[in-house]
């Protein structure tokens, strides 16, 4: 099984940078995925990472050691609508249909 | 330009009704999964299917079954609806391998559904 454990919530002003931290303890793993959730809406894809390192998109960067089971995205220059839910998934490595597994979601509020 | 298309955005049904719930995905993906959303419980996986008339039971697949008849549509069903059902149930789909790079999953807008 996997257990996936992430802050409940955070708060940072606009313009800063946070850092979401996230860290797993998995009987497989082929990858962690992050995904962004406004309030009421569906969640989206941020960033995927199976190889140790940090992957830069934009303001959002995702970072991944395996030997130590943890990751994190961080996201620079804050804006307004960055408040969100932000969903940690690590995908199973024993099916072909790749499901994956959430953590709980950290609640990210952005303050002017 | 919508990608993965669910039957409902909220739904009201009475206990030990059957419902349905329906997902539609135009991506030509192999893999389609029922997740439900709950506050303070993450989302948890309840049915996924990695082909057509495939289907495997996830992690919480007691009171649901699934059907996958076409490629592109997948339903869910609540054989007997009841009080504790009620939640945002995600429809979400998938390629079958990377092929090169990483997709993740495409969400549908959700369906809440509450059961009175």
């Known amino acids: ?6 802050p409940t919530e955070m708060t940072a002003t606009e313009g800063a940078i946070v850092q979401i931290n996230c860290t797993y303890q998995t009987s497989g793993f082929n990858g962690l995925f992050w995904y962004q959730q406004h309030a009421g809406e569906a969640p989206t894809f941020l960033s ?7 992957e830069e998109k934009g303001r959002f960067s995702s970072f ?15 804006q307004m609508k960055d408040s969100a839910s932000y969903l940690c998934a690590v995908r199973d490595v024993a099916t072909n249909a790749g499901k994956s597994t959430f953590g709980d979601g950290t609640t990210l509020t952005v303050k002017p | 330009d919508v990608k993965v298309t669910q039957s409902s955005r909220y739904l009201v049904k009475r206990t030990g009704e059957k ?26 996986l309840i049915y996924f299917s990695y082909d057509v008339k495939m289907k495997e039971k996830g992690d919480i697949p007691e ?17 007997s609806a009841s009080t504790n059902q009620t939640s945002m149930y995600l429809c979400a ?8 790079r990483a997709y993740g999953y495409t969400f549908g807008s959700g369906t809440r559904l509450t059961v009175v």
């Open chain 2, 63 to 79: 009171g649901y079954s699934v059907s996958r008849e076409k490629k592109e549509r997948f339903s869910l069903i609540l054989e």
């Open chain 1, 1 to 6: 099984g996997q257990n996936i454990d992430q």
């Open chain 2, 19 to 44: 419902v349905f719930l329906e997902c539609v995905q135009d991506m030509d993906h192999e893999n389609m999964f029922w997740y439900r959303q709950d506050p303070g419980l993450g989302l948890r």
């Open chain 1, 48 to 54: 995927y990472n199976v190889l140790d390192g940090l």
């Open chain 2, 93 to 100: 789909s998938s390629l079958f391998r990377d092929r090169g």
């Open chain 1, 64 to 78: 991944l050691s395996r030997s130590k089971g943890y990751s994190y995205l961080l996201l620079k220059e804050l």
